[in-house]
């Protein structure tokens, strides 16, 4: 799987766990995404994922390392996505 296909990956999980806000983002704490299952059967290193992510613009969280229990109430924040209107 390609970086690419991993943040898609990594989008719909985070759809999935994650809470929609009023601005279309949706949020979700790390802690949640570590501990849960299917994330762990998905991405062999979640860290590198949403570091990917993070340069890519995707998503943003506080810091560049996260760490599973000293991170786990980092938010996530997945941005929205812009859609384009078909003609």
């Not at 994922?49 to 924040?77: C, F, M, P, S, W």
């Amino acid at each position: 799987m390609n970086v690419e296909e991993e943040i898609d990956r990594l989008r719909e999980e985070i759809q999935r766990l994650g809470k929609i806000q009023a601005d279309g983002s949706y949020k979700v704490t790390f802690g949640v995404l570590f501990n849960d299952d299917r994330c762990a059967n998905i991405f062999e290193a979640l860290v590198g994922t949403l570091r990917a992510a993070k340069r890519r613009k995707v998503l943003t969280y506080d810091g560049e390392l996260l760490l599973q229990g000293v991170h786990d109430n980092v938010e996530i924040i997945l941005k929205p996505t812009t859609t384009v209107a078909a003609a």
